[in-house]
């Protein structure tokens, strides 16, 4: 059974810090791009990053660019996003999603997904 789940999630602090985890496991993920969506109440799911399955090309939203940072580990099968200077906007369960592909690895077209963690950040 493939699992992709999530943790790390919680109450913050606008200006604190948050890791985030996915462990990945019940096949290979070997060349599978994977990545961080989140959705905040009445809002859609958008994308927030994302990393190839070598890790030397990442993607960012605008909106985390400088502040967010997404990692790999391979031997532990797990994804990172290191969330800093948080601010009351990054409110939203984030999820994280793998796809065999770059171009793949959408809202719409993802092959897998996290059941997502919350995160809240005060002001």
């Known amino acids: 059974q493939v699992q992709l789940v999530e943790s790390g999630g919680g109450l913050v602090q606008a200006g604190g810090s948050l890791r985030l985890s996915c462990a990945a496991s019940g096949r290979t993920f070997r060349g599978y791009t994977m990545g961080w969506f989140r959705q905040a109440p009445g809002k859609e799911r958008e994308s927030v990053a994302k990393?190839?399955?070598?890790?030397?090309?990442?993607s960012y939203a605008d909106f985390v660019k400088g502040r967010f940072t997404i990692s790999r580990d391979h031997a532990k099968n797990t994804v990172y996003l290191q969330m800093n200077s948080l601010k009351p906007e990054d409110t939203a369960v984030y999820y994280c999603?793998?796809?065999?592909?770059?171009?793949?690895?959408?809202?719409?077209?993802?092959?897998?997904w996290g059941q997502g963690t919350q995160v809240t950040v005060s002001s």
């Open positions: 990393i190839t399955w070598s890790g030397t090309t990442t």
């Open positions: 999603a793998a796809d065999p592909s770059w171009t793949g690895l959408t809202v719409k077209s993802s092959d897998y």
